[in-house]
């Protein structure tokens, strides 16, 4: 059988029980999705909207070496030997080399897509890209450090207190890159190659865009991944906030003196630790008497609330039994069940099941925004 096929928009690589599929995603882009022994599931588009374009693809097969151009990017498999394997470039619309998956390296026969069998089905998955000299990049979400440019950088690709992972980065040479994975993993952009790293996933995917300026490949990918709404007003205004207001009268004097000093404010944040016990989604009545009082005064003075919400249910809270009998908490693999003490003994709610999501809010609804 031959190793390139095409099949519907897509291209289709089979090569040493690797499935490979490059498929046009928006104007100026493309999607590589594999898997090792199955056909990619291909079913998850976590980050991404379904794909509109202008035209259909550019696809060739020649032999050994096949291509698929979107726009303004042409992304191209080649058969290769010693070892026998399949490498994967992009070039941008001049036919300018933009990166390039890395060489098997003679005889350490090493893999650009590395998978690592997981128990469940699942892979551990690495992959490499050789590292341009010179090149700049940018983006990833928000990470506690100096670096604006990450080049030579290795970051977590996790969310944290503090901690944004947003796996998008964008390079002087004309690309951008989305390691389109939800795992926690890292990527680490060094001197001698760049690796991404998922701890656990069904396959591999990224998705590549190619533009002439960095608006348009920043445009590109939110054509792709969704546009940000517009903030509304006082939401580019000052916040304040403080670790923390205990109760519902220091919040309001602190609102109060901003107005009596006339200085400019829009929003003002009612952090943690306004609730009896963590998961129980509204204020303490001991501390907070009339919230409803309080918002009004805050709507006087012109000035938004906005309210703290943790993840943590305490295994005191009022909610915990309710959404323990309901499936709704996250489990640890053994012994005590207890991911978190501060404040108390408390676990996570399950924020990837969607009736958890639907109870959270009702709760946060009804004892918060009414």
């Given amino acids: 059988m031959a190793i390139f096929e095409i099949k519907e928009s897509a291209l289709v690589c089979r090569l040493n029980g690797e499935t490979l599929l490059i498929v046009p995603w ?77 060489e098997a390296g003679g005889a350490l026969k090493l893999k650009a897509r590395k998978y690592t069998p997981l128990s469940g089905g699942s892979f551990k998955i690495n992959a490499f890209f050789e590292s341009e000299t010179g090149e700049h990049l ?7 450090q100096e670096y604006f440019d990450l080049k030579h950088c290795s970051l977590e690709l996790a969310h944290r207190n503090s901690q944004s992972s947003v796996p998008f980065v964008l390079s002087s040479l004309g690309y951008g890159f989305l390691w389109h994975n939800p795992s926690i993993g890292k990527v680490s952009f060094g001197e001698n190659y760049t690796e991404w790293v998922s701890e656990s996933s069904e396959q591999l995917d990224y998705w590549v865009t190619a533009g002439d300026t960095p608006g348009e490949i ?3 990918y939110a054509d792709v991944s969704g546009h940000v709404p517009m903030m509304p007003e006082y939401g580019l205004g000052f916040w304040q906030c403080k670790l923390r207001y205990w109760n519902q009268e220091q919040l309001l004097e602190v609102a109060r003196e901003y107005r009596k000093r006339n200085i400019p404010i829009d929003v003002i944040v009612c952090d ?27 709507d006087k003075l012109n000035i938004k609330l906005m309210v703290s919400v943790w993840p943590q249910i305490d295994l005191k809270s009022e909610n915990y039994t309710e959404m323990l009998e309901k499936g709704f908490l996250v489990h640890t693999e053994r012994g005590v069940n207890v991911q978190m003490r501060f404040g108390g003994e408390s676990v996570f709610f399950d924020a990837t099941n969607p009736e958890a999501r639907d109870y959270v809010w009702q709760k946060c609804k009804k004892k918060l925004l009414r």
């Fill in 26 to 102: 928006g104007k100026n882009g493309v999607r590589v999705v594999s898997s090792l022994m199955v056909f990619p599931p291909n079913k998850y588009e976590w980050a991404l909207l379904e794909p509109a374009h202008d035209s259909a693809p550019i696809i060739t097969i020649n032999g050994n070496c096949a291509s698929l151009t979107a726009g303004k990017i042409k992304a191209v498999a080649e058969r290769k030997n010693w070892p026998d394997r399949l490498e994967l470039s992009f070039y941008n619309q001049k036919g300018k080399l933009l990166f390039k998956e890395y």
């Fill in 272 to 298: 943690f630790f306004h609730w009896p016990h963590m998961g129980d989604f509204r204020f303490e009545e001991e501390f907070f008497p009339d919230p409803k009082a309080m918002v009004e005064e805050l």
């Fill in 218 to 220: 920043t445009s590109a």
């Fill in 138 to 144: 940018y983006g990833m979400g928000q990470y506690q």
